[in-house]
């Protein structure tokens, strides 16, 4: 197994100077902060939108805002809202769909609630960006529209709304591209916080965090800003319901719980959709009553269900994917084993199993819907923009991407798909080997190495939990100092004594191989 990986040479007690060279990070980028932010006013449209904001505050308009519903979505909803709430301003609603009722974007429920409502602004976060028929629609209505995204765009086909803040745009000069819809809520406020001369609460870059977190965007520059912000001034970061979570959740005192308390507050407000525009985790983050216990208690019940259902699915998962062999894995559930909002979750999963491009697919309110997710070396976008013509409406990311489609076109997509995989396979690269970060002996998996460790939290995409090779060892020496992850089930090989492992918290490691020396 040990071919699998490319190991430094040597072991060296430096753990944290291996891992910095080996990603060619330096010890001062490591200590930037909020300061360091680049200029809001770089991102394109973001003067248009703060402006048509400032109005509405001071004439006192009536608005919308319009949300994902997905933890992105609905912390950049919140933050949006509780910044206008701290403004004084008591004119806003929110929105958010539900997407086991109705397709992503802007859709007829909410351009009734707009009609009926006799809104004139709505403005969108983390979505909008390609509903050019649902804006033309709100217009016809007298509304105006924001739209404020960070989703790939397609240049020729803006939806015609008053103004646009997203960093893919092609005239954007802001220099780092890969916010969350929520680290363009985060950016658009801070503008808005100068232009009122109103601070921005500092809890917003906590629901910064969560949601830029939960939406899987690069740990790296400005992404890492924010979370890192949080990390560092822990003591800052509260509001009631960061306090209320608290006295529901174990020690929080250390770079590593407060991280793992970010992820835990994704998980949990992943849940609550409902319909008619409400959301249960939206309506507990902006509960003051002792409503909110109950609001929490319903959100845990969800959670825990959901964990239920995920644990199924990846069981399925797992009988779909033993002894696989293909370059791309292709699954129509047309039994319904996956629920719909589940459907991404699995791709995943087989990406992470198999490495290789992942498109499920199921009917959901009359339609075809997909959910496609790669790894490195493909383009799920790009793959979907080849076949554009099979499918009623696509968009996303170049590694997480869906659509919608008519179910007579699905033989048709398929062959198209199939055409775009072969070429992308025909231009691409030699596997490479995964590289280990470093290498070390059992004596330095110590309580100091792993506190330096935690000045490259928080984890994530482009940033991920090292991999250290571990030399002269044993299996029942490992499991004697750490819990495993996996139990040791990876370890087949009881003779081995060098391992490759994720160190996942002080006390927790997981074994990804093993190999006798």
Known sequence: MVNRWKVPAEA????LGQILKHRGLKSDE???SLKDMPDESLLAGIEEVAERLRRALYKNEALVIFGHDDPDGVTSTYILYQFLNSCGYQKHRYYIPNRNLEPHGIQASVIDFVRQGGYKLLITVDNGISAWEGVTELNKLGCEVLITDHHLIQPDHLPPAYAILNPQ????????????????VLLLIRYLSRLLEHEVPHASYFWAAVGSIADKVPMTGVNR???REVIENWDKVRDYTIDFLLRNYMRVDSPSTIFNFIQNTARLIANGREPGGE????????????????????????????EQELNKVF???DSLVTDFVGPAFVYYDDEGVIPYNLLGTAATYVVNNLDIPTIMLKMHNGAMVCEGRCSDGFNMVSAFTHCRDHLIQYGGHAKAAGFTMDPVKYDAFLACFNEFLNEALAN?????KIAV????KAKDLSPENWEKLEVLLPWGMKNPEPLIMVDETSLQDLQSRFMLDNGGQAVKDQRANSFIISWKSPNLIKILDHYEA
Not at 170 to 181: I, T, V
Request: aromatic share 10%; charged share 20%; proline share 6%.
């Open 12 to 15: 060296s007690p430096d753990l």
């Open 437 to 440: 970060d470093a290498r070390i």
């Open 315 to 317: 069981g399925f998962m």
């Open 428 to 432: 691409a690269e030699e596997p490479q």
């Open 225 to 227: 800003l924010i979370v």
């Open 30 to 32: 490591l200590g930037l």
């Open 279 to 306: 959301h249960t985790a939206i309506r507990f983050m902006l509960q003051v009553s002792d409503e909110k216990a109950d609001l929490f208690q319903e959100l845990e019940q969800q959670k825990n269900l959901w």
């Open 169 to 184: 745009l092609p005239h954007c000069q802001y220099p780092y591209k890969s916010l969350a819809g929520v680290g363009v």
